[in-house]
């Protein structure tokens, strides 16, 4: 599908007219349809468009905590709940308790289940695994502190050390910089940009004028997808989307989804 | 007052047998009642508690023994809500009011139906802790061993269950299994606090020492720590506080906890405030 997948390697991530509804079948309109996409190993691919455009849900998909109604889903070539172990996820809302006692490196730790010994407590490679993620993100002075004492930009990147700890080959972000002011959201591309030197990235934005700077390839997701070279979007569809240079200014943008290179039809509502 | 206790405890076997039953129920509660707290099923755990009395009517109209019925009933009624909540299409909280009081319900019928009438109903719904037999506190041994062997065990996948149940799925952590594994040993320690303050008062016991410790500790062991030694001196302070003036120890014990959780809350404002 894409130029970048070289002959012959698996992509790291495939979708294949990918048909997904919520609510079962015919109750609703599918949120996605005929979406078909490849992410090559060591890739950043952003992926944006509007709410409820399909975003989170194809990210839920690769995750294989939804399963498509038609077309089929790969990761490295296998079943989403096969490829999973090799997936980092940081979902877009927090999907614990805010104030639940526990560490920071005792959060991160999590990410070595499923790798770890089955019976007791952790074993002394998962601390150094967890600290040394804690230290890829800047973030290791703080691995005693409680969680729920911490910024919104610091618990975003302790999710991204908790990610890092399962030594995924491909880390989701879905949304990392909903919550955290422009400079945070700068800090934490550049930590993504530093990131992807080794793991493929996909993350999931609405905001197509911040990720165009530090992503390889971006990916508009309206109800059907379409894929653009960074270096194709810096001209002319750049302007068509946004009009002229103005999204380097307004940061927080909103696709409009009865723009052009939206090609679902209709506007996409929230679903 | 307290050396009367004293006194008495060296002398009365059936005030030992007490004194060991409350330190045996904060061994049960310290180490379950943070999983109810940071995870917010107290309602949960009270319709357990509740259920309970219908396996123990059962078991007494069928001539069998009350606390394995109690048992049996804590095990079904902790599945019976666990398979709902994790299907997520029935209202939880709905089911959950209706084993209450179902529950309670099949208990009162049988126990009215059987002949001699040889379960005291007010001890199934308040405890009594100064009838505790050798037999029952060696019941509770092997349910307080068995409790921290399990916890001890899967402590990791218990507390990513209770943290964050996406991400644990995520990591291949079977969710259900540890989900319902959470809830049977949740039964189990409600079975083990009923003998000391009954099934209607045990909810308190269970929640308050935890919910004191998550006032001034960040993780759950030390939160268990904290709730074993404060359920440890709240049991002993309630039984010695009861024993002069003749009050009922089970109704003592929990309005001491409360009182220690309403001292504590304040004094934490004030010192916040500060």
Redesign the interface.
């Known amino acids: 599908m894409s130029a970048a997948v070289a002959v012959g390697a698996v992509p790291a991530i495939a979708l294949h007219e990918v048909q997904f509804r919520y609510g079962g079948a015919a109750r609703r309109p599918p949120v996605l349809e005929a979406v078909n996409l490849e992410v090559a190993e060591g890739e950043f691919l952003g992926l944006v468009g509007p709410n409820g455009g399909g975003k989170s849900t194809l990210l839920k998909l690769v995750?294989g905590?939804l399963e498509p109604e038609r077309g089929s889903v790969r990761v490295f070539g296998r079943p989403p709940r096969e490829g999973?172990?090799l997936?980092g996820?940081v979902?877009q809302f927090r999907?614990?308790?805010s104030d639940?006692?526990?560490?920071v490196v005792?959060?991160v730790l999590?990410?070595r289940?499923?790798q770890?010994r089955r019976?007791?407590?952790?074993r002394r490679e998962d601390h150094a695994v967890a600290l040394r993620a804690l230290a890829a993100v800047s973030m290791a002075e703080l691995a005693e502190r409680?969680?729920?004492t911490l910024s919104g930009g610091q618990l975003q990147r302790v999710l991204i050390a908790?990610a890092l700890a399962?030594a995924p080959r491909i880390l989701l972000l879905d949304e990392p910089t909903a919550n955290v002011d422009a400079q945070v959201e700068s800090s934490l591309f550049d930590l993504l940009r530093e990131l992807n030197r080794e793991l493929t990235i996909v993350v999931v934005s609405h905001d197509v004028g911040f990720i165009s700077g530090y992503v390889s390839r971006v990916a508009c997701l309206n109800r059907r997808l379409v894929c653009h070279e960074t270096s194709a979007l810096s001209g002319e569809i750049i302007a068509e989307m946004y009009g002229g240079a103005a999204q380097i200014i307004h940061h927080h943008t909103h696709l409009d989804p009865g723009d052009s290179h939206s090609p679902g039809a209709g506007a996409g509502g929230p679903r | 007052m307290m050396g009367d206790f004293v006194a008495a405890l060296a002398a009365q076997g059936f005030l030992q047998h007490a004194l060991a039953a409350g330190l045996l129920a904060s061994v049960g509660c310290g180490v379950m009642g943070p999983f109810v707290v940071?995870k917010?099923i107290t309602f949960l755990a009270g319709g357990i508690a509740h259920a309970v009395l219908g396996g123990m009517g059962v078991a007494a109209y069928l001539g069998g023994s009350p606390l394995l019925g109690a048992l049996i009933a804590a095990l079904a009624a902790a599945l019976m809500i666990g398979a709902v909540r994790l299907r997520a299409s029935e209202r939880e909280d709905t089911l959950i009011g209706a084993l209450w009081s179902v529950g309670m319900a099949v208990g009162i019928l049988f126990i009215a139906r059987t002949p001699g009438y040889n379960v005291d109903l007010m001890s199934a719904l308040f405890g009594n802790i100064l009838m505790v037999t050798g037999d029952h506190l060696r019941l509770m041994v092997a349910l307080d061993l068995l409790l921290l062997i399990v916890v001890?065990?899967?402590?990791?996948?218990l507390?990513?269950v209770?943290?964050?149940?996406?991400?644990?799925?995520?990591?291949?952590?079977r969710v259900t299994v540890f989900y319902l594994l959470l809830l049977c040993l949740i039964a189990i320690t409600v079975v083990l606090l009923i003998q000391v303050v009954g099934l209607i008062l045990v909810i308190a016991l269970l929640t308050l020492p935890a919910a004191v410790a998550?006032q001034y500790?960040?993780?759950?062991s030390r939160?268990m720590l904290i709730a074993v030694l404060l359920g440890a001196l709240i049991c002993t302070g309630g039984l010695a506080l009861s024993y002069g003036p003749d009050l009922p120890a089970g109704a003592t014990i929990i309005l001491l906890a409360g009182g220690v959780y309403l001292l504590s809350t304040l004094a934490g404002r004030v010192l916040r405030r500060g």
Do not use: H, W
């Open positions: 995750l905590l999973r172990a997936l996820y979902p999907t614990f308790a639940f006692p526990i560490s005792r959060a999590q990410g289940l499923g770890t019976l007791f407590g952790y409680p969680l729920a908790r399962c | 940071v917010r001890a065990a899967f402590y990791k996948q507390l990513a209770a943290f964050d149940e996406e991400f644990a799925r995520l990591r291949g952590v998550a500790v960040n993780s759950l939160m």
